[in-house]
């Protein structure tokens, strides 16, 4: 029996502006260690919502969500943070890189806010990460010397920093060109079989997702396969 | 809490927009700047004029007021105790203005250790005998090197030395305007009568000017020794005892106090010319305001540029926020923007005020009442560049306080979403 890692009971959601709507209507699911699993869907069908408060940054909604066995509910911002922090990687659909920083300091960014090693240690970790995806060379560069596919790279080993339990993705090949989703898509898969990452992935791709362990579907609020 | 992280990141925020910070800390610097030169300036300007005045007038004065004593003797009378008298016209009884007993009182003066100093003193009133026209005055029999010590008696000689006032027997030294009046210079010896109608020749040491106008066109300074021969007098003769304190503060209550023991008039320089505290008081208050006022403007320019920063900012602070910054952390790197921009500005600032503060002092400003002035006073006071400083940390943190709370509490989830 693997462990669960991630783990939604009865997630209800409604935006209440400029009238209520449900987005999410009694969602539950779980995500085992290991896993390479992806979240499908229309526009619009409330994946990215479950994606967002799966990863504690939304915490507006009713029901429960479990992060490596521990509730979220009715915690802290700054403890939320920290949860995010060590617990979870984020790749979204634009890079969000930080240009005042070279590859190298975005990189590292995660790691000196979790502050468990020392920097030149750190330093040597973020190298590591950044030779996994193949763009060591590029890591004194700014990141607006870069192409989009080594932006998304860039943001991949960002999330991989702190070695997170779960890696959340939002899109993360939806601005990219078939070659470079191509590549994200090997790194994604190269991670979870051979170090045995975890990932959860929200795409409306489905050629990406038919090549996932496991697809969760979504319609109008609703899992309606897992 | 990792404070080099949060450095370094508020660092390259700032660096990556240094023209615009430079803009907010230089707000900063020419506010600190005006405040910290004006302040110098008043301030010196204040204690020139209060000098005029403080500098020259003791902070106690004993003396004896002619006046009709209090208690009459019919008051003191019992069998009349019930009776409503109906004397009139009562007159002062004939009395030396001497201060009686000075030798004693004056050595319990010095040995008293909250008095830094004393300086005796005769002021008797003449006539100055000019051909046929006699001029109203008064004559100051000093105590020459003791008027100097604390009075700085030298500062408004114009013309002669002080000391000559002393080592010259017969000597006076005449107020500039009196000396105009009587054509007289240096060398020049002059002829006034007492109050008692004795003529006397005395040679002229010196011509001082106070700038008090009044003063200059009527009063001269003698040496004690001379007066009281002047006078007739015996060597005891003595109508004021000058007294400087320590601590001007303590003079009202030690007035009171010496008042009453040695049975004379005493009077405190708060009371004496209270005028001046007041003007002083207000001209701070005014640069007070207007160095402040400046501040004030500064610390808008700073909430500006850190509201623009966190417009422009936006996606820096979500990714920061949904990789693992708590609120605190984005809120303390735009204070520690904020506080930087003070620092770095109020230093500046520091820096840019003492060097306006010097030139000022370089300015000439000469004036008939002020000899001893040759250029624009500044006060140099540590105090106001301290003040100086706190303000621009303050009016810094204050304009960062809105645009860091409003950067800790932006969502994370509505910018990256809105992509």
Known sequence: ?226 | MNFKLIFSIARSLMLARWRQTMVAAFGVTFGIAMFVSLLSFMSGLNDLLDGLILNRTPHIRLYNEIQPTADQPIDMSDTHKSYHNFVKSVKPKQERPEIYNNMAIMNFLKSDNRVLGIAPKITTQVFYNVGVIDLTGAVNGIDVEAENSLFNFQDYVVEGDYIDLKNTPNSIMLGKGLAGKMLASIGDVIQLTTSRGERTQLKVVGIFQSGLQDADNTQSYASIITTQKLLGESVNYITDIQIKLKDITMAPQIAREYGKLFDVDAVDIQTANSQFETGSSVRSIISYAVGITLLIVAGFGIYNILNMMIYEKMDSIAILKATGFSGKDVNRIFTSIALSIGILGGLLGLILGFSLSLIIDQIPFNTASLPTIKTYPINYNPRFYMIGICFSLLTTYLAGYLPSRKASRVDPVIIIRGK
């Open chain 1, 1 to 226: 029996m693997s462990q669960k890692i991630l783990e939604a009971r009865h997630v209800n959601k409604y935006f209440h502006d400029p009238i209520t709507v449900q987005v999410l209507n009694d969602v539950s699911f779980s995500l085992n260690k290991g896993e390479f699993v992806s979240i499908t869907g229309k526009s619009g069908c409330g994946k990215s919502t479950l994606l967002y408060i799966m990863s504690t940054m939304d915490t507006d909604y009713q029901g429960e969500i479990l992060i490596d066995g521990i509730s979220m509910s009715g915690k802290q911002e700054a403890d939320l943070a920290l949860i995010r922090n060590e617990k979870i990687g984020f790749v979204f659909q634009f890079h969000y890189l930080l240009n005042e920083f070279s590859v190298l300091k975005n990189v590292m960014l995660p790691a000196l806010k979790l502050g468990k090693y020392p920097e030149d240690e750190l330093e040597h970790r973020a190298y590591e990460k950044l030779r996994i995806l193949g763009i060591e060379a590029e890591a004194l560069k700014k990141p607006n010397q870069l192409s989009g596919g080594q932006k998304q790279r860039v943001a991949i080993a960002r999330a991989l920093i702190n070695d997170p339990l779960i890696i959340m993705g939002d899109e993360p090949t939806g601005n990219l060109d078939k070659k470079n989703s191509e590549i994200v898509f090997d790194i994604f898969k190269e991670l979870a079989e051979v170090y045995l990452q975890s990932l959860l992935i929200v795409t409306h791709d489905n050629e990406f997702a038919s090549r996932t362990n496991r697809i969760i579907e979504m319609e109008d609020g609703r899992i309606i396969s897992h």
